[in-house]
């Protein structure tokens, strides 16, 4: 167990809606990343925020949006899903303090569009 | 941005022989370079950082090199078995001001061992 938590573990949704993936970092990790592995895929990376705020954005779609809460739990908005959209969404947290620059990832939502 | 290339994208050996990934990266200002094993469904997990200030390290049969001039770094995999089959991602990490920082990912190594 890595300590991260994403919620819910499988997702299964009709084109067009919206859904939200959610992220509980380690405790005391203030950097959260967001990557998209669809099958066979390697990690695209989406997003990044740091205590609250985003820091880094990769190839995220305008339809996407994310943000970091006060308590550091993340959540990932999805809208207008598309077919192309289905996928393993994986969320890492780390300290990234001094040297300790560790990702840990959760166990991913994987995500289907019907 | 960063940039990083992996290869091969797959790697087929026999069990007991090595295996070597290679990756380059684009941007020199990366300074941290994991390796992630993700097994089939899994979560991507760490096997072995190197940081820029340093040439190798190893740990028991995974070793990994990094060459800064040239901006590449190597996985080395030796005596493997089958529990080595998985899918390997090298990565480099650049930190930014005001502390945001890009964890970068290879496209990734489908790596089998056969018995």
């Known amino acids: 167990d890595s300590g991260v938590t994403q919620t819910p573990k499988h997702l299964i949704t009709a084109t067009g809606q919206r859904v939200t993936l959610r992220c509980s970092p380690r405790s005391g990790d203030l950097s959260v990343y967001w990557y998209q592995q669809s099958l066979d895929q390697g990690l695209q990376f989406l997003i990044q925020?740091?205590?609250?705020?985003?820091?880094a954005k990769g190839n995220i779609l305008e339809r996407f949006s994310a943000q970091q809460f006060p308590d550091l739990h993340s959540e990932l908005n999805l809208s207008s899903l598309e077919l192309g959209d289905s996928a393993l969404y994986f969320c890492?947290?780390?300290?990234?303090?001094?040297?300790?620059?560790?990702?840990?990832f959760g166990q991913g939502t994987r995500l289907t569009v019907v | 941005g960063e940039n990083v290339e992996q290869h091969p994208s797959t790697l087929s050996v026999q069990e007991g022989d090595s295996a070597v990934i290679k990756c380059t990266y684009s941007?020199?200002?990366?300074?941290?370079f994991p390796w992630y094993k993700q097994e089939l469904g899994k979560r991507p997990q760490l096997i072995i950082d190197i940081r820029s200030n340093v040439g190798e390290k190893k740990d028991q049969r995974i070793a990994v090199t990094l060459n800064k001039t040239a901006k590449h770094f190597s996985l080395h995999i030796t005596e493997t078995q089958p529990e080595d089959s998985a899918v390997y991602f090298c990565a480099a990490y650049v930190v930014f001001r005001n502390a945001g920082n890009m964890l970068t990912f290879g496209g990734g190594t489908r790596l089998m061992v056969k018995p």
């Open positions: 925020y740091y205590n609250g705020e985003e820091r």
């Open positions: 941007d020199s200002a990366s300074n941290y």
């Open positions: 890492a947290s780390s300290v990234h303090r001094g040297a300790d620059l560790e990702a840990f």
